[in-house]
């Protein structure tokens, strides 16, 4: 099995640190101990159970038991890889809070002047309102001010958009 059949989420760009806030790291080490404390045991024990019923072939709570196994064993191993090579960076201790980077949330206005509020956080904590420090909006952002303009590539051309606010965690 190769690297890429392991990940669930985009690579790292190569070269690049994955970075992570505090709250992001923490939240892959309680899903990695859940997976392996408690899930993954549970599993085993209904895969156990079910191979000792016989015909394994028609079996649904051995086949599925198993396919459940090698989803947690895949993502296990992820976590495990993307956790092994963590920097964790504690946006709260940012001294510069000028500037916009990496866990700041910054407010920009939009062209069509709509306002779009977002936190820069790790590739691994990307949700709604939280942007990868990665994608093309956050390195736009990256280094600016409030008051700057930033270029953002997007499929229709690009867009300018102005940093109204930016804010950091205490």
Do not use: C
Request: proline fraction near 6%; glycine fraction near 8%.
């Amino acid at each position: 099995m190769s690297d890429e059949d392991d990940d669930d989420l985009p690579p790292l760009p190569a070269g690049k640190k994955n970075y992570m806030t505090p709250e992001g790291h923490a939240r892959l080490i309680a899903e990695r101990r859940k997976l392996w404390n408690e899930e993954r045991p549970e599993v085993v024990r209904v895969v156990e159970w079910a191979a000792g019923n016989g015909d394994r072939s028609e079996n649904g709570d051995y086949i599925y038991g198993k396919k459940r196994l090698r989803e947690i064993d895949r993502r296990l191993r992820f976590l495990d890889k993307r956790l092994s090579i963590a920097e964790v960076v504690d946006p709260s201790a940012q001294k510069n809070r000028g500037k916009v980077f990496f866990g700041a949330s910054v407010t920009y206005a939009r062209e069509d002047e709509s306002e779009i509020t977002v936190a820069i956080v790790g590739i691994d904590e990307t949700e709604t309102g939280r942007i990868s420090w990665i994608s093309p909006v956050a390195r736009a952002l990256m280094g600016k001010s409030v008051g700057d303009t930033a270029k953002v590539p997007t499929p229709k051309g690009a867009e300018m958009i102005e940093i109204v606010a930016i804010a950091y965690p205490n």
